[in-house]
């Protein structure tokens, strides 16, 4: 598929808003919808589905149109693609085809192959591709980033624990859940891990793994049936820890932790204390801010958030660790040279 129309790209210089579109308008998909409809300088001027139905509702909802693929392509500057892992490729790559710039949730495909050569079409026709790894763009974490630079780091815990969900299919915890913590430690430690550890259970519900960044030394756990719905980053570093809560949307900082021994009249006590400082965060929904952003890096063509190399990387990641958490020896540990 290929098109020769010229694509609107800044506007800074133009009043005409960016015509968006959303291919795949499930639970995620029509969150998308739903931000682009918002969006001041934004036109949704369709959405696309599988089951023409939902598609037909969707858009009824936002006041949009429900269009066939190749019709939406062709009425848009920019689309998100929200449709199941498997079938990320041939999409992306056919909106990149017609010239489209393009949001795709994560993972950004379904081998790192594919996800490899996504990123090479997109380079090579000069479009964005975007990777939908949403947690960057928690205000949480966005304030924790502008602190990271000054701390020494030693060790990085992310837990993202949740109860069963109603779902006929469920994807694998490591894809579905493990994959945003392995985004947040690649992008806080700018790299990949060079020794992982990895161990699951029930049924690929459960997971945990540990990873080498250099000296840093990084513990994700996820699940799907732990019955309490957790969201959290702990930084441990020599001049502070820092505490996040993707949920709340808050940084907690413990500073200046000293124990101390009270011998008054009554018997020895013990007690720590600490300096705690509650980070200003600006809080905020996550989505809008990444299609906000999504947006900006179309019209300035500046280098998304979150590249296609990023998508790589974490797909990369989170491939090793279900690959040793499949193995029948589970405490397997796995080593491999880091590519440039």
């Not at 790209?9 to 808003?17: G, I, L, M, Q, R």
């Not at 509702?57 to 939406?72: H, I, N, P, R, S």
């Not at 949001?103 to 594919?114: F, S």
């Not at 966005?142 to 993202?160: F, G, H, K, W, Y």
Request: aromatic share 4%.
């Amino acid at each position: 598929m290929s098109t020769e129309r010229t694509r609107h790209t800044t506007a800074a210089t133009s009043p005409t808003p960016v015509r968006a579109g959303v291919i795949g308008v499930g639970s995620m998909g029509q969150n998308h919808a739903r931000v682009y409809n918002e969006l001041p300088g934004v036109d949704l001027v369709g959405v696309t589905d599988h089951d023409a139905s939902v598609a037909q509702q969707v858009a009824t909802e936002y006041g949009t149109a429900a269009l066939e693929f190749d019709a939406l392509l062709s009425e848009c500057d920019v689309v998100t693609v929200a449709v199941p892992t498997h079938a990320h490729y041939e999409t992306v790559s056919n909106c990149l085809d017609a010239g489209v710039h393009v949001l795709v949730e994560k993972p950004i495909a379904q081998t790192v192959e594919e996800g490899r050569m996504l990123a090479e079409q997109a380079r090579e026709a000069g479009l964005v591709l975007q990777v939908g790894h949403i947690e960057r763009f928690n205000p949480a974490v966005q304030t924790v980033m502008e602190l990271i630079d000054d701390l020494d780091v030693i060790s990085l815990e992310a837990e993202r624990l949740g109860p069963p969900v109603d779902r006929t299919a469920r994807d694998d915890v490591i894809f579905d859940l493990m994959v945003h913590d392995v985004d947040i430690v690649g992008s806080i430690l700018d790299g990949q891990p060079s020794t992982i550890n990895a161990i699951g259970t029930d049924d690929g519900q459960y997971a945990t793994a540990t990873m080498q960044y250099d000296d840093v030394v990084a513990s994700l756990t996820a699940s799907r049936v732990t019955q309490k719905k957790v969201r959290k980053l702990t930084v441990t570093a020599r001049e502070c820890l820092v505490e996040v809560d993707y949920l709340e949307q808050s940084v907690l900082i413990y500073r200046d932790s000293y124990p101390e021994y009270l011998t008054d009249d009554g018997p020895n006590r013990y007690r720590h204390e600490s300096v705690v400082e509650n980070a200003r965060v600006d809080n905020g929904e996550p989505l809008r801010h990444e299609l906000e952003s999504f947006v900006k890096t179309v019209q300035t063509g500046v280098e998304p958030a979150v590249t296609a190399e990023d998508g790589v990387r974490a797909l990369q990641t989170v491939q090793d660790i279900a690959a040793l958490v499949a193995d029948e020896t589970p405490h397997r540990e796995r080593e491999r040279e880091v590519e440039a």
